[in-house]
């Protein structure tokens, strides 16, 4: 478990923002908003300063992906944007899912 804060806000979990210790649960956080602002062309979070982004964070909740991609994409996008730590997905549970066994087979 670590105890540091690195990174851009915008991609911390709320485990890192509450200054509890993370695992890599909260790198999968931040894969999460990487994969959402890929397809949104912005990041699931936005505020105009870093209390609002730390009660939208908290909250969890984002605007849907784009309508032209696939439901299996925002599935993915919810599984690592889930606030509760232990519902996230590891990165191997995540590369298990169907979607990922599909396309890279």
Known sequence: MAFTQTGTPYYASPEIWRDEPYSS???MWSFGCLVYEMAAFRPPF???????????????????????????LSEVIA??????????????ELLSLPIFIRKCA
């Open 25 to 27: 649960k909260a790198d």
């Open 46 to 72: 936005e505020a105009s300063d870093i209390e609002q982004l730390y009660k939208k964070i908290k909250k969890g909740k984002y605007d849907a992906v784009p309508g032209e991609y696939s439901a299996e």
């Open 79 to 92: 599984i690592c944007l889930n606030k509760k730590v232990e519902k996230r997905l590891s990165a191997e």
